[in-house]
């Protein structure tokens, strides 16, 4: 099946400071997706990208699908420390019986005030 | 609330005992997922249900798992004969559809299970 490659799995930063996570795989996906997790809460979805080159921006935070269809970034900018918590990305890929969602296995932010 | 609810938030449990978890949907939203999240690992997939087609059970990681979805809405994730590795954030989602849109899922805030 299909597997995300997230990087880095974990980040420790400055408040203020810009951040920058990808997400590669092998597979071409049709939708990247990017969530936040924050502790003891469920992901909650931040940007949703439909076309390869998009490049789609949620105030602080920026995200780009790939040209290749095969992988996605997210930027964060002037970071707070509310942004500390888990991001994941995920891909999602049309088959004939549906889709399917795929995650990557997270970068866990912490930002030190 | 309009949320995706679980319950419970909490479960401790003995090794060999079946748990059951239990999860409300969005109201309105067709399909239902069941994903496991292990300490410090990303979101495992493992079941799926879309109105009432047959689940989509791919993803469960043996046959003491199972799970049903009545009515098209409430879903309970059963795991029979619980063992220590089952211990992990069970967290249930929900979206419209599973087509073009159906991306969009909405989480729970899980079911965190111990397995003494």
């Known amino acids: 099946g299909q597997q995300l490659n997230q990087s880095p799995q974990s980040m420790f930063i400055q408040e203020g400071e810009d951040v920058s996570m990808n997400c590669t795989s092998s597979s071409i996906f049709n939708t990247w997706l990017w969530y936040k997790q924050d502790p003891g809460e469920g992901p909650v979805l931040l940007i949703a990208l439909y076309k390869a080159g998009e490049l789609t921006s949620n105030g602080r935070l920026t995200a780009q699908f790939g040209i290749t269809r095969k992988d996605s970034f997210l930027n964060i900018s002037a970071s707070i420390p509310s942004d500390v918590g888990i991001y994941f990305c995920a891909g999602l890929i049309w088959e004939t019986r549906g889709s399917r969602l795929t995650f990557g296995e997270g970068t866990q932010l912490t930002v030190n005030p | 609330g309009a949320g995706v609810s679980q319950s419970p938030s909490n479960k401790v449990t003995e090794k060999g005992k079946d748990v059951e978890l239990r999860c409300d949907p969005i109201?309105?939203?067709?399909?239902l997922y069941w994903y496991r999240q292990s300490l410090g690992q990303g979101l495992e997939f493992l079941i799926y249900?879309?109105?009432?087609?047959?689940?989509?059970k791919s993803g469960l990681p043996s046959d003491r798992f199972s799970a049903e979805r009545t009515g098209g809405s409430v879903s309970t994730l059963t795991i029979q004969r619980t063992q220590q590795e089952d211990s992990a954030v069970y967290l249930c989602?929900?979206?419209?559809?599973?087509?073009?849109?159906?991306?969009?899922?909405?989480f729970g805030s899980g079911t965190q299970l111990s397995v003494l």
């Open positions: 989602a929900s979206s419209f559809s599973r087509g073009r849109f159906g991306e969009k899922l909405f």
């Open positions: 109201s309105g939203h067709t399909a």
């Open positions: 249900f879309q109105g009432n087609s047959a689940p989509d």
